[in-house]
């Protein structure tokens, strides 16, 4: 994948899959100490040690419409081209964390790409589930969190599109903010 948003969009969907109710996605981004770290955790049905390590197998998957499953696989060595790693911390009716650590300027780390576009896919597609995403620049930070979203809406649905436009450029506008290297 071209863009590390796009893998988060994958993690993401696995965590639907899961039937999580929460997801926390984490994008921290550290010059100072050359590091780049995505965090994606749900509180969906979690897995066992053993289907945790298969999940970075890809010729196996637990989809039923295709025989492999390339997504962690290819997270993991997006990871690893760019001089970090990839680790699942999982356990069975708590929920999985997918950590990603890279080098942040590695000239093998793809651009983190559209978040903005992936936020409001993935809240648009999913309105009743909460998503919170911190997303830290050096020390700078951007949070945002669907439940203080839907409190301020007041029964507005979030799904609604002028309301998705909304969100998307917000995002979008902060973390142009954050990462806007003028003072």
Known sequence: MKELSLHILDIVQNAISAEAKEVDIQVLEDER????????????????PEVAQKA????????????????LPLFRHTAEQAGGHLEIRSEVGKGTTVEARMVYDHVDRPELGDMAGVLSLVIGSNPQLRFRYHHRYNEKE????????????EGTPISDPGILRYIREMIRENIRTITSTNK
């Open 56 to 71: 970075l197998d890809p010729y196996h998957t637990s989809r039923t419409t295709r025989r492999v499953g390339m997504g």
């Open 142 to 153: 951007y949070l945002l969190d669907t439940r203080e979203v839907n409190e301020a809406l």
């Open 33 to 48: 100490s050359n590091e780049m770290v995505i965090r994606v955790a749900d509180d969906g049905r979690g897995m066992s």
